[in-house]
């Protein structure tokens, strides 16, 4: 699947980042039920981390936790670390709205607000009071758009609804929606699963691009993305991480023979 | 042998032939069900309605025509002379010569009136219940009584002997056709249907009878008092005179009072409604923890499940003497009918209405624009704000409308708790007057039935109906349109 010749390459250049976000033991529960077990990884500065694993392992709900979207949900409860720049997010003192400005997500399917595109691209930043004026906010939406590939589609219908785009062009929009808020982390829950080939493979791009900015995570069902877009990926099973490395050692090379199994689709 | 026998023998035929049809339709399948058309239940059925829907039909229609045909017949039997002993004791002098010389002209004698009476007391004496039959009349009217009991006596042995021929008949008939290959599960579909479809037109052509009956008593009142007057005049007092030579009241029937009257209590409701009924939906459907909301909800619904007419004494009881006591200790004279008083309870009504609408509306905004917005760092309220009621906006005005028509509707709690003075105010510390009070008011009581006081209750029942039906059709529009939305 993966040329071997490359194969340690990426692992140098994510070895030298520094770790932006580290999860330490954590667990997950949904009331009495335990989703996670005890995870432990490091997402280094400007890589992408894939998180792949058969359904039902618990991909989302780690993913959730990093910027605390699981506190939306009554029964869940989390315990653990998981350290931002080295400090915790779950500390009582940490505000959780700045923390999710700092740490954007992407949900699995597009979600545009039945606003403009307009308005929709400057949603966060007007809440977190980024900008005031006018020509700022003009600034921000071309930029994000810019970065999410959309702005040529869009460009001349800025102020019709969000909603009357294509999937592709709205996930798109939700990424430069997410992008406009200047986020450290991207945290992406299987962005292209509601779209076409030719939408995934503009969103695979945009995200390489992307990396150059920011650390992004990224859950995904389909391997040969994982393969494409990240530098490391994660193996979860059954509310473990199984193993995480280097991805194309995951691929070509998996230590664990769950991952194995998984990879070479003997289940999933 | 009395209907309801008749009845009893038209479902025991109904329920043998299902019995009937059921066996047969195994015995022809010779123990190979699956050689059947149908399932062995559709014969049953088949034969059963065919035993049971035509003799049906028929105990229906000798119903409605049994007590014209045989009073037609009572009377047809009497002669002059009975009549005319009859008519000497019970009629009133000018109305007996009138008979009188009807019948020396051989023509149709009896005024409707006078039949209806005569009919009365036949019927007295038929059902052995003399004491209330002029003891001088008695003989003369014995053998109509004793002509009518034969007849029904007659009639009922009549319909029993063809119910019971027209059910066996059918009976027989379905159950020698079965066989393998009857469609009987088609057959009694098609039955079915046609049931169906009936009661759906009985429900339609009632409404649309209402309808008509109104419009056109509508139009029978704007005969007598000009739509203009109706609908721009500002005086309401239907008082008319009963005879033509009483002094007094000619009557106005201008009805903006009433109207206004019914919007400054509707308004007064919505007030109290809408922040409060939004409010708690808000709160219920975002921030509630399940067991709160477990417990608001059934609470809420209770609410709405209070009669009115105890919302009514709630409001003349607690709620009037209330707010005059308040409006006393800062020296104003309020009414203790005023409108604040019915306009806070109905408020107060319409509160789980507006709360579960708007509950509803609020719900069918997808968790996903949720997140998206929360994911942005939004907090809870700016996600409401922003977000969850832009989203859900178009739900909430059709809700609204909904519950505008509902108080503008809304009898009880204003009969008892407004005022029946027509006064053309919007002030909400006097009393007022709404189209459904007056409604209620000029028909309780003895009533003549083609004055313009009456009269004016059917255009005051169109106004109302054609204004709830407005407001209805459009927030149902509202809403219907943005639940596509997202579906
Ligand atoms: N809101 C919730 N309430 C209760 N249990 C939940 C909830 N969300 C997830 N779970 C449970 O937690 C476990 C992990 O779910 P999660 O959504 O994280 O899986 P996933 O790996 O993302 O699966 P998929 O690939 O299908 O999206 C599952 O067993 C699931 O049933
Ligand atoms: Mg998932």
Known sequence: MMDTTTMTMPTETTATQPV????????????????????????YQNEVLAMIGPSGCGKSTFLRTLNRMNDTIDICRVEGQILLDGEDIYDPRLDVVQLRARVGMVFQKPNPFPKSIYENVIYGPKLHGLATRKDEFDAIVEQSLKRAGLWNEVKDRLHEPGTGLSGGQQQRLCIARAVAVSPEVILMDEPCSA???????????????????????????????????????????????????????????????????YITGRYG | MSATFTVGLLLLLSAVGFWMGRTRAVTVAGGRIATLHSVPNYYGSFVALWAGLPALVLVLCWMAL?????????????????????????LPPNDLSALLANIAEETDALTETHRQLLL??????????????????????????????????????????AVAALSAGGLAFTWSR??????????????????????????????????????????????????????????????????????????????????????????????????????????????????VRG?????????????????????????????????????????????????????????????????????????????????????RSETIKQVVLPAALPGIVGA??????????????????????????????????????????????????????????FALGLVLFLVTLVLNVVALRIVQKYREKYD
């Not at chain 1, 969103?203 to 391997?223: C, G, Q, Y």
């Not at chain 2, 309808?211 to 008593?217: A, D, N, R, T």
């Not at chain 2, 919007?263 to 919505?270: E, S, Y």
């Open chain 1, 20 to 43: 932006k976000m580290s999860a330490k033991t954590v667990k997950v529960f949904y009331g009495e039920k335990r989703a996670l077990h005890g995870v432990n990884v490091d997402i």
């Open chain 1, 195 to 261: 779209l076409d080939p030719i939408a995934t493979a503009h969103i695979e791009e945009l995200i390489d691009e992307l990396r150059e900015s920011f650390t992004i995570a990224i859950v995904t069902h389909n391997m040969q993305q994982a393969a494409r877009v990240s530098q490391r990926t994660a193996f979860f099973h059954l509310g473990d991480l199984v193993e995480v490395g280097p991805t194309e050692e995951i691929f070509t090379n998996p230590r664990d023979e769950r991952t194995q199994g």
């Open chain 2, 66 to 90: 049994r007590g014209p045909v045989i009073d037609w017949l009572v009377l047809d039997g009497l002669t002059p002379e009975q009549v005319e002993i009859w008519a000497r004791v019970m």
């Open chain 2, 120 to 161: 009365i007391n036949i019927n007295n004496l038929a059902a052995g219940q003399a004491q209330y039959v002029n003891a001088a009349v008695v003989g003369a009217i014995q053998p109509a009584a004793d002509h009518l009991n034969s007849l029904r006596n007659l009639a009922n042995w009549t319909l029993f002997a």
């Open chain 2, 178 to 291: 079965i066989n393998p290959s009857l469609r009987a599960r088609n057959n009694v579909e098609r039955i079915v249907t046609w049931l169906l479809i009936l009661c759906s037109t009985i429900a339609v052509f009632t409404t649309v009878g209402i309808v008509l009956s109104l419009l056109f008593e509508s139009i029978r009142f704007f005969t007598k008092v000009p739509v203009t007057e109706f609908l721009f005049g500002l005086h309401w007092s239907p008082q008319t005179a009963i005879r033509a030579d009483q002094v007094g009241s000619s009557g106005a029937f201008g009805a903006i009072p009433l109207f206004t009257g019914t919007l400054l209590i509707a308004t007064i409701a919505m007030i109290v409604a809408a922040p409060v009924g939004l409010m708690s939906a808000i709160y219920l459907s975002e921030y509630a923890p399940k067991k």
């Open chain 2, 295 to 379: 417990l608001v909800k059934p609470v809420l619904e209770i609410l709405a499940g209070v009669p009115t007419v105890v919302y009514g004494f709630f409001a003349i009881l607690t709620v009037a003497p209330f707010i005059r006591d308040m409006g006393a200790a800062v020296g104003l004279s309020i009414s203790s009918q005023s409108a604040l008083a019915a306009g806070i309870v109905m408020g107060v009504m319409i509160v789980p209405f507006v709360s579960s609408l708007a509950d509803d509306v609020i719900n069918a905004v997808p968790q996903s624009l949720r997140d998206g917005s929360l994911g942005l760092g939004a907090t």
């Open chain 2, 400 to 457: 609204m409308l909904l519950a505008v028509s509902r108080a503008i509707g809304e009898t009880m709690i204003v009969v008892m708790a407004a005022g029946l003075q027509a006064n053309l105010t919007l002030n909400p510390l006097e009393s007022v007057t709404t189209v459904t009070v007056q409604i209620k008011s000029i028909l309780v009581g003895d009533q003549e039935f083609d004055s313009a006081k009456t009269l004016s209750v």
